[in-house]
């Protein structure tokens, strides 16, 4: 597991990165003839890795229920990203790493209820849920810097 959360600790980095580059304006613009902005796929990944590896795993997540309901899957952004959301967004990029690392390391994640994507992978147990958040970080990652493209 140790790669799979080199992995992770790096997207989260380029996340980061990217909230601290743009404006809270940026961040939530919608580019015509798409559906989303950069902070909605920034939400929507830190907010699905907790239903992934914990929710599934029978583990309470860190997030509010009000805060997985915006940007979980289905979700599309309702209206702007407030310049304090955007501040619990990053710090839950930073703190879910560590404290899913801790956990993991210290046998918490003891049950898994077995999942299958709306991409089709069959996530069995929590291993698969930690390998599974990494392609789907990467997947928005691409969504990301496609919406760069008509930021101003």
Do not use: C
């Not at 990217?18 to 304006?25: A, F, G, H, V």
């Not at 929507?44 to 309470?60: C, R, T």
Request: net charge negative; hydrophobic share 40%; proline share 2%.
């Amino acid at each position: 597991m140790n790669e799979a959360f080199k992995v992770w600790e790096t997207s989260r980095k380029v996340y980061v990165k990217i909230l601290e580059s743009y404006s809270l304006e940026q961040l939530n613009f919608i580019p015509e003839g798409l559906s989303n902005n950069i902070i909605w796929n920034i939400g929507h990944i830190a907010v699905v890795q907790q239903a992934l590896v914990y929710k599934l795993s029978g583990l309470p997540m860190m997030v509010s229920d009000e805060l997985f309901d915006k940007y979980k899957n289905g979700s599309l952004p309702s209206s702007n990203t407030s310049s304090e959301e955007v501040a619990i967004i990053k710090q839950l990029l930073v703190e879910a790493i560590e404290k899913t690392k801790k956990d993991y390391a210290n046998g918490l994640f003891t049950t898994y209820n077995e999942f299958t994507t709306t991409t089709g992978f069959n996530l069995a147990n929590v291993e698969d849920a930690i390998n599974f958040n990494n392609f789907h970080e990467g997947t928005h990652l691409g969504f990301i810097l496609k919406i760069k493209k008509f930021v101003l």
